[in-house]
Nanobody, 124 residues
Framework: QVQTVESGGGLVQAGGSLRLSCAAPGRTFSCYALGWFRQAPGKEREFVPGIRWSGSYTVYTGSAKGRFTISRDNAKITVYLQMNSLKPEDTAVYYC?????????????????WGQGTQVTVSS
C-alpha cells in the first residue's frame, strides 16, 4: 500500500506562491499516476493537476492552467505542485493521490491511495 505524505502548505497573501510536495516514504511511484486534488469547506474534492510517473504527460484543469505547475523529481521520489498567483478561492486542503497504473484520471474514485492533506490558505 502506498501512503502519500503532503507538505508545504501554509498561509500566503493573494498573489503569492507556495510549493507543495508529495512523497511516499520507503516506496517508489513507478507504475503510478499522481494527482493533486483540493477540497474547500462545503465543496466537493476536485482534481487540480496530475502527472504520470513515467514520461512527462501532465493534465491540468481550468483553475490550475497557467498558474500551477506539477513536476516530479525521480531521485527524490517526490512530486511537486508549484502554485503561483494564488487567489483566495485557492484556499483548500490539498491532497496528493496515487493511482495504480500509468493512465491519468481526474475523478476522485479512480485514485487508490491518499495522503492526509495539507492546508493552503490565501488571504485577500
Amino acid at each position: 500500500q502506498v501512503q502519500t505524505v503532503e507538505s508545504g502548505g501554509g498561509l500566503v497573501q493573494a498573489g503569492g506562491s507556495l510549493r507543495l510536495s508529495c512523497a511516499a516514504p520507503g516506496r517508489t511511484f513507478s507504475c503510478y499516476a499522481l494527482g493533486w486534488f483540493r477540497q474547500a469547506p462545503g465543496k466537493e474534492r476536485e482534481f487540480v493537476p496530475g502527472i504520470r510517473w513515467s514520461g512527462s504527460y501532465t493534465v491540468y484543469t481550468g483553475s490550475a492552467k497557467g498558474r500551477f505547475t506539477i513536476s516530479r523529481d525521480n531521485a527524490k521520489i517526490t512530486v511537486y505542485l508549484q502554485m503561483n498567483s494564488l487567489k483566495p478561492e485557492d484556499t483548500a486542503v490539498y491532497y496528493c493521490a496515487a493511482k495504480v497504473g500509468g493512465a491519468l484520471a481526474t475523478e476522485v474514485s479512480q485514485y487508490d491511495y491518499w495522503g492526509q492533506g495539507t492546508q493552503v490558505t490565501v488571504s485577500s
